[in-house]
């Protein structure tokens, strides 16, 4: 059986480019960063190329990039290392509902320490609007927490104008770009933010490696306290093949950004434009034109997601029913009932996540084998009206 891999806002394969760097440096550049000898700085160049890789991919500076184990520690560090230097008389905190996981429980976690946090709402489309987080920030806010592109809808957050609400009351802008890397042109100058988290794995790079952009003269206190790396901020010998990694990962996303078919919109909008013609009770979730190119989410009335999954996986096709990260843990999506979505609708949806590698003939294919999965699903759960139930004269 031929297996297609539409689950890359999960996680991505490696590219070819990227194992063959991490394989080199792995074999032949072992010396410490911080060492003083050849073979420590040769390290320490290897580690230097991949820093300015990374940050000319976003428009920063090299010495603006922390290196991390991946995007869940890049988010604790944004939110953990501006909490633990603000002032007294800022003790609040600032996300959005829709934030992936590693903001939102660092929120609760930091509630539990005598922080006051505030989680603002989006509309139906999953967008955060600038006048609505304007009634949540405060003189009192440290940090305004809101991710560029969502990881189950794909929407894209006006960051811009979001940051400007923040600035206007002294709080500090952070955003979980995640998912928008290597998707879409990323600049931090043009987003206005003053930190960014991004992660390997997303952008075909290896796993439990990411980096925390943080603007030159923002303050952060270290997470991980030891050695003076990174500057400081981040302690603990450099993993330096997976940084490599990171590096060359980041240098194909620009020159795949330079590209039109880069962005896959063209291959996920024949998916889409598939289904939506071809099962009846589809409908999509999110904004249609603000979204990244790869993602598309869809409601198949009367089906329960978790049985779309594991039938499609029967057939060889890797899909997501969204959030459900870890342990297929079978709770809503957070993201679809924060766009007032009913139970019903948010338990019927599917992520479909494009990447390297997807073809149109792989799109088809899926798009043909929908209509029977899905009646199918639905006779045996005879919920549905439109179920083609055999029970007529
Ligand atoms: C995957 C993901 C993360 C976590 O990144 P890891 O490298 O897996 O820790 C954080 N935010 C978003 C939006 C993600 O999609």
């Given amino acids: ?50 820093r300015a890789a990374v940050a000319r991919l976003i428009g920063a500076e090299p010495t603006e990039m922390v290196f991390t184990s991946g995007g869940s520690e890049s988010d ?6 501006v909490a633990a230097v603000s002032a007294s008389r800022r003790r609040h905190l600032v996300a959005s509902a829709i934030e992936h996981e590693a903001v939102l429980q660092t929120l609760k976690a930091l509630a539990k320490d005598g922080w006051t946090t505030t989680l603002v709402g989006v509309d139906d489309s999953g967008v955060v609007s600038p006048d609505r987080l304007a ?33 206007e009351h002294g709080a500090l802008f952070h955003t979980d770009a995640v998912q928008s890397v290597g998707k879409i042109p990323v600049d931090v100058s043009a987003l206005d933010v003053d930190l960014l988290s991004l992660s390997a794995h997303k952008l075909n790079g290896p796993k439990g490696v990411g980096a925390l952009w943080v603007r030159r003269g923002a303050r952060l206190r270290a997470q991980l306290t030891g050695g003076k790396q990174e500057r400081s901020r981040r302690a603990g010998t450099e993993n330096v093949p997976a940084i490599v990694g990171l590096g060359v990962a980041a240098g194909l996303a620009e020159a795949k950004l330079a590209t039109a078919d880069g962005n896959l919109a063209s291959l996920r909008d024949r998916l889409e434009a598939g289904i939506l013609s071809g099962v009846a009770g589809s409908q999509r979730n999110g904004d249609p034109h603000r979204r990244v190119g790869n993602t598309s989410n869809i409601s198949f009335d009367g089906v329960e997601a978790e049985s779309l999954l594991i039938a499609l996986d029967l057939d060889g096709v890797a899909v997501s029913t969204g959030s459900a990260c870890s342990s297929g843990a079978l709770e809503p999506s957070h993201v679809l009932r924060a766009m ?54």
């Fill in 340 to 393: 007032g979505f009913s139970p019903h609708r948010t338990q019927n949806s599917i992520r479909f996540s494009l990447g390297l590698g997807n073809t149109a003939a792989e799109v088809d294919h899926v798009v043909g084998l929908l209509p029977g999965i899905v009646s199918r699903l639905r006779a045996v759960s005879g919920r549905h009206a439109r179920a083609p139930l055999a029970v007529s004269s």
């Fill in 135 to 167: 009634q949540a920030v405060t003189r009192e806010t440290a940090l305004v927490s809101i991710m560029h592109a969502n990881n189950e809808i794909g929407t894209i957050q006006p960051v811009a104008e979001l940051a400007a609400v923040a600035h």
């Fill in 76 to 81: 604790n560090l944004a939110v953990r290392g």
């Fill in 1 to 50: 059986m031929t297996r297609i891999y539409f689950d890359h806002n999960a996680t991505t394969p490696v590219a070819p480019e990227v194992a063959d760097a991490m394989g080199i440096a792995l074999r032949t550049v072992f010396g410490n960063p911080s060492s003083v000898h050849a073979h420590g700085q040769q390290a320490k160049t290897a580690l230097d190329a991949a």
